[in-house]
């Protein structure tokens, strides 16, 4: 089992809906979880984090977190073409790990 | 905030030659500092770990005779590839982080390396 899963994708949704990008982990004692949007080619990007069970809002995004299930999640609301990209899940226990990503596509 | 500068962005040279990339936090101190290779249309992958003043923790299967890691202050680590092979071309990304569990990576913009 990976120690941070995600669908790779692609996920592709039109132009001002709802997209939910899944990520599910395996250690009990992360504490930490990051998302970053990679464009192709470039560097990851911060867009949030969360560190405490429940949601948590930043202007379009909301990122989920139920450490009971292990499981966090990045809702983009009204989606753009601009937010196409990879989306990547981390996870910090002791180190921090990354997921495989999931492809997002807006189309318009 | 939390700024980090990879110089060059992009190197072309030929086999043989060594290559050195630099990883700068321009607005915050970088306790550790990450290494990382990226193949095309794959994930990232940790290369080593480094803390300030100490030697890199490399991960396993990277050899560290190969890619020298230097991290001398808080705001600078580089990373040398020496003697670098046409397999070495890849795309090289450091990130750095503060001191304390929670804190985040932010990323550098990350260096093309081809060797020809």
């Known amino acids: 089992q990976k120690e941070v899963e995600q669908n790779s994708g692609p996920l592709s949704v039109p132009e001002g809906a709802i997209a939910s990008l899944n990520c599910t982990y395996s250690?009990?004692?992360?504490?930490?979880f990051f998302w970053y949007r990679q464009y192709s080619g470039k560097s990851p990007e911060l867009i949030m984090f969360?560190?405490?069970?429940g949601d948590k809002e930043d202007g379009r995004f909301t990122a989920q977190l139920n450490k009971a299930s292990q499981y966090v999640s990045l809702l983009i609301r009204d989606s753009q073409p601009s937010d196409s990209a990879t989306y990547l899940c981390?996870?910090?226990?002791?180190?921090?790990?990354f997921g495989a990503g999931t492809i997002l596509r807006v189309k318009s | 905030g939390a700024v980090v500068s990879q110089h060059p962005s992009w190197v072309i040279c030929k086999s043989g030659t060594s290559v050195k990339i630099e990883c700068r936090s321009l607005d915050f101190q970088a306790t550790t500092m990450f290494w990382y290779r990226q193949f095309p249309k794959q994930s990232l992958m940790l290369m080593a770990t480094?803390?300030?003043?100490?030697?890199?923790?490399?991960e396993q299967g990277v050899e560290k005779d190969k890619f020298l890691i230097n991290h001398a202050s808080l705001t600078l680590s580089t990373l040398t590839v020496t003697s670098a092979h046409p397999e070495d071309s890849s795309f090289y990304i450091c990130?750095?982080?503060?001191?304390?569990?929670?804190?985040?990576?932010?990323f550098g913009d990350g260096t093309r390396l081809s060797i020809l």
């Open positions: 250690d009990r004692g992360s504490q930490s």
């Open positions: 969360i560190y405490s069970n």
């Open positions: 990130s750095a982080s503060s001191l304390g569990p929670d804190q985040p990576q932010h």
């Open positions: 480094s803390n300030e003043g100490s030697k890199a923790t490399y």
């Open positions: 981390a996870v910090k226990g002791n180190k921090l790990v």
